[in-house]
């Protein structure tokens, strides 16, 4: 398996554009996650999706933020309008449910720098 | 409250020395499974450990072990011979199995680097 892909790698754009983040998770994972790390507030949840019901969405900044995931094998992350206070990396990650050891696979990431 | 907590934001080993990296945790569940990964400068979030509330035993893998003092909730990561390789951030995270879903909630890190 390839792993859980995440595209782009890097993504740079304007304030007040509209930015998508895509994540393909590995095969056979029923649960996706959207992370956010910064400097400032670390690794935090986002949502997660379960058989691609979103289950948590708590973590989402403000409405600005929104999260779809159509079917089992792909996921988006859309920020409309982007701001400056985005720019992060965004991790998705997949796993099966009550994952042990290695069982939760995370993404390369996708660093988002809004200027 | 936090439910994580990394109290070391960073560290100095020698080359070929161990190391222990600090983890107390914070839940009522009775059931939950604790984690190592390890974030080089490239980015990526490697596992390296886990460790389940109701095993018996300390979990290792290689070079690494987890010393897992379930009464005090701590879950420090044990980095036995250090390499250069081993430079990098090392997060401790936790998965409550009957409180929170299937998600995992990160502490803030620690910077590790390793000095020749």
């Known amino acids: 398996d390839a792993g859980v892909i995440q595209s782009p790698r890097h993504e740079v754009t304007e304030m007040g554009q509209e930015v998508t983040l895509r994540c393909k998770p590995i095969?056979?994972?029923?649960?996706l996650f959207w992370y956010r790390q910064t400097m400032m507030r670390g690794l935090e949840l986002l949502i997660y999706?379960?058989?691609?019901?979103?289950?948590?969405d708590s973590g989402m900044p403000e409405d600005r933020f929104s999260a779809k995931m159509p079917n089992a094998s792909f996921s988006t992350l859309k920020i409309q309008p982007s701001e400056p206070r985005d720019s992060a990396v965004y991790f998705c990650?997949?796993?099966?449910?009550?994952?042990?050891?290695?069982?939760?696979?995370f993404g390369s990431g996708t660093r988002l720098t809004v200027v | 409250a936090q439910k994580i907590t990394q109290t070391q934001p960073g560290m100095f080993v020698q080359e070929k020395e161990a190391v222990t990296l600090d983890c107390t945790y914070d839940?009522?569940?009775?059931?939950?499974?604790l984690f190592w990964y390890k974030q080089p400068s490239s980015g990526e979030m490697i596992f390296l450990i886990y460790q389940g509330s109701y095993d018996q035993q300390n979990a290792t893998e290689g070079r690494y072990s987890l010393n897992f003092q379930k009464a005090r909730k701590s879950a420090n990561l044990v980095i036995s011979a250090s390499q250069l390789g081993d430079s990098a951030m090392y997060f401790c995270?936790?998965?409550?199995?009957?409180?929170?879903?299937?998600?995992?909630?990160f502490g803030g890190g620690t910077r590790l680097m390793v000095k020749p």
């Open positions: 999706f379960n058989n691609n019901v979103p289950i948590d």
């Open positions: 839940t009522s569940d009775p059931s939950y499974g």
């Open positions: 990650a997949s796993s099966l449910a009550w994952a042990r050891a290695g069982g939760y696979t």
């Open positions: 995270a936790m998965r409550e199995d009957n409180n929170a879903g299937n998600m995992l909630t």
């Open positions: 095969s056979g994972h029923d649960y």
